[in-house]
Each structure stands twice: as structure tokens, then as C-alpha cells.
């Protein structure tokens, strides 16, 4: 299977403003084929294909953190990073379930870090987390807190795209 195939398989839910460089609110199929074409199998930051894009997009299909990271760049973002309670709220509204977000610990156990690298973000823990589990390093948004769950379990994921640079050296494991 194609990468564009591959990515066409997930059904994508576009809210608001989010726009593909004008297209609209829905990009039709030849559109996202283009983009898809455009982006590639691998994309170095967002906005690197020359496409600017706002908004979110949430999988109905379930997959890995590490999976849905790599989905989430090739349509030009990332995992949705919750800046407020206000924010988290929307993306919760949007997924209507629990869904992956863009904050692991992967690269050091107990220093949570966004997928662009920064420190520190919104966090609205549930009772009893972070989790201690030995493999509880990804971030899952479950309503309107998160949890620390094995990044290897699928689960439904929710793209932002902003135009912040993704540093994968925040969230791969040191070799």
C-alpha cells in the first residue's frame, strides 16, 4: 500500500476554520491526494511542504502514539499539544473519545515534553497520575485529563496544525 493510500484509509474530521491553503473547510479527494503526494512519506517540520494549514483533524482509526505522530507530520502537523483547559476541552468535543496527544516522556522517564521540544505543558492530570507503569510514556487525552498510557496501544489521535516545528529528538527513544 501507497503512502497516500495508506493516509486516504483514515477518515478525517475537519472543524472550524481548518483549511488546507484556502480549500475549504472540506478538502475534497483529488486535493488530498495532491497533498498527500506533495508531503511524502516523511516531512522534516510542519509547513515544509510549502501547504499552510490551521486547525484539527481527528482519526477514527486506532493506532500506536509513535504511529500517530508519523500520520499527524505527513499531513503537515502533529499530535494536538493542549496549551489551557479551554483548549483541552475543544479537542475533547472534537475526538469524543480518548484520543493521543503530542506529550511523551519517552526520552527521559518524568520530564514531559511536547512534540515541538518545550517543557512543561498543559497538563490536566486525572487522579493518580502520571502513572509509574514501566511502559506509561505517551500522553492520552481521556475527556477533559489526561493519563499516561503504553505508547504501543491504539487508540484514536487527534492532529493539530499551527505551524510549530516538531523536534523528534523529543520523543524518540536515545539510542
Same mark, same amino acid.
Given at each position: ?9 483514515? #477518515?478525517? $474530521? !475537519?472543524? %472550524? *476554520?481548518?483549511?488546507?491553503? @484556502?480549500?475549504? &473547510? ?64 475543544? #479537542?475533547? $468535543? !472534537?475526538? %469524543? *473519545?480518548?484520543?493521543?496527544? @503530542?506529550?511523551? &516522556? ?70
Amino acid at each position: 500500500m501507497n503512502h497516500s493510500s495508506y493516509l486516504r484509509t483514515i #477518515v478525517i $474530521a !475537519l472543524v %472550524g *476554520a481548518c483549511s488546507f491553503q @484556502g480549500t475549504g &473547510d472540506v478538502l475534497p479527494d483529488s486535493a488530498l491526494d495532491a497533498r498527500l503526494d506533495a508531503v511524502g512519506p516523511t516531512q522534516d517540520a510542519p509547513g515544509a511542504d510549502g501547504m499552510m494549514c490551521t486547525g484539527y483533524f481527528a482519526s477514527v482509526n486506532s493506532t500506536s502514539w509513535t504511529g500517530a505522530e508519523a500520520t499527524c507530520e505527513a499531513l503537515g502537523g502533529h499530535l494536538a499539544i493542549l496549551g489551557d483547559a479551554t483548549e483541552a476541552a475543544t #479537542v475533547a $468535543a !472534537l475526538a %469524543g *473519545a480518548s484520543v493521543w496527544v @503530542g506529550v511523551t &516522556d519517552r526520552r527521559t522517564k518524568g520530564t514531559w515534553l511536547d512534540v515541538t521540544g518545550a517543557r512543561d505543558p498543559y497538563l490536566p492530570w486525572a487522579p493518580t497520575e502520571p502513572s509509574k507503569g514501566p511502559k506509561d510514556h505517551c500522553v492520552l487525552l481521556v475527556g477533559i485529563q489526561v493519563d499516561a498510557s503504553d505508547c504501543g496501544a491504539k487508540h484514536r489521535y487527534v492532529c493539530e496544525c499551527d505551524g510549530l516545528v516538531v523536534d523528534p529528538g523529543s520523543y524518540t527513544l536515545p539510542l
